[in-house]
């Protein structure tokens, strides 16, 4: 089973982008760790105590039965994050402390300062994590960090502020967990239930859902995309159209 970190600009990114597939990756058994780049605030509706709230509620419709997932906030400033080398090794450290060796992060074209600045950091980071001879910080919800790493994988979810249509290098068949991500996704009240301009969120996520999941002869599908060429042993693993 495989050590896996899924990093996003603020709390409702991660759930909004591949919520079904942190389901899915945890019920699998996979070590799965949720960071939270910013709280979320200032936001139009909420405050931080019901974002952080929130995010902890979210958590419970993504985790495994007596299996509960794990959630860190690195605190950078919502709306001004930027990529410094104290970002970088703040998110390095964390890869190494979590020894991720799959990571997630948003996809490279946004419309988001945020999510631009978080996708480069993580990018940068992930190179980082795997110096020799440099000090990282302990992350927050962590006494140590790991020896240097270079996480195998990094992949790329949709969450993005673009009208722009996805355009995946694979997708993973969610049917099994699209409801957990609904409940997950609603569980921002502040944000898709109190925030009328954001209530169509959860229909177009559904309807994307399920268009990515007919790509693949599925009832629901999350899309990713990478810059690197994925390898297979076998053709077995394919999906059957």
């Given at each position: 089973m495989a050590n896996i970190l899924v990093i996003g600009p603020h709390p409702d990114d991660q759930e909004i982008g591949m919520g079904g597939t942190i389901a899915l990756l945890a019920a699998q058994g996979h070590n799965v760790l949720i960071a939270d780049m910013t709280d979320g605030c200032p936001t139009p509706v909420g405050d931080r105590p019901t974002r952080l709230a929130e995010a902890q509620a979210a958590l419970t419709h993504l985790s495994p039965p007596g299996r509960p997932l794990r959630r860190v906030l690195l605190d950078l400033p919502n709306r001004r994050v930027e990529h410094t080398l104290h970002a970088r090794h703040l998110v390095a450290g964390l890869i190494r402390a979590h020894q991720a060796s799959i990571v997630f992060c948003p996809h490279p074209q946004d419309a988001h300062p945020d999510h631009l600045?978080?996708?480069?950091?993580?990018?940068?980071?992930?190179?980082?994590?795997?110096?020799?001879?440099?000090?990282?910080?302990?992350?927050?919800?962590?006494?140590?960090?790991?020896?240097?790493?270079?996480?195998?994988?990094?992949?790329?979810?949709?969450?993005?502020?673009?009208?722009?249509?996805?355009?995946?290098?694979?997708?993973?068949?969610?049917?099994?967990?699209?409801?957990?991500?609904?409940?997950?996704?609603?569980?921002?009240?502040?944000?898709?239930?109190?925030?009328?301009?954001?209530?169509?969120?959860?229909?177009?996520?559904?309807?994307?859902?399920?268009?990515?999941?007919?790509?693949?002869g599925a009832r629901a599908g999350e899309g990713f995309w990478t810059r690197e060429p994925l390898g297979l042993s076998s053709l077995d693993s394919l999906a059957a159209f």
């Amino acid at each position: 089973m495989a050590n896996i970190l899924v990093i996003g600009p603020h709390p409702d990114d991660q759930e909004i982008g591949m919520g079904g597939t942190i389901a899915l990756l945890a019920a699998q058994g996979h070590n799965v760790l949720i960071a939270d780049m910013t709280d979320g605030c200032p936001t139009p509706v909420g405050d931080r105590p019901t974002r952080l709230a929130e995010a902890q509620a979210a958590l419970t419709h993504l985790s495994p039965p007596g299996r509960p997932l794990r959630r860190v906030l690195l605190d950078l400033p919502n709306r001004r994050v930027e990529h410094t080398l104290h970002a970088r090794h703040l998110v390095a450290g964390l890869i190494r402390a979590h020894q991720a060796s799959i990571v997630f992060c948003p996809h490279p074209q946004d419309a988001h300062p945020d999510h631009l600045a978080t996708t480069r950091i993580v990018e940068d980071a992930r190179f980082d994590a795997k110096l020799t001879k440099v000090d990282m910080p302990v992350p927050p919800g962590f006494d140590t960090i790991g020896p240097p790493i270079y996480p195998t994988w990094l992949f790329y979810y949709y969450c993005s502020h673009l009208r722009r249509v996805p355009d995946p290098a694979f997708i993973i068949n969610t049917t099994s967990t699209h409801e957990a991500k609904v409940r997950a996704v609603l569980a921002y009240e502040s944000q898709f239930v109190h925030n009328h301009k954001n209530r169509s969120v959860v229909d177009w996520l559904a309807a994307e859902d399920r268009f990515l999941g007919s790509r693949i002869g599925a009832r629901a599908g999350e899309g990713f995309w990478t810059r690197e060429p994925l390898g297979l042993s076998s053709l077995d693993s394919l999906a059957a159209f």
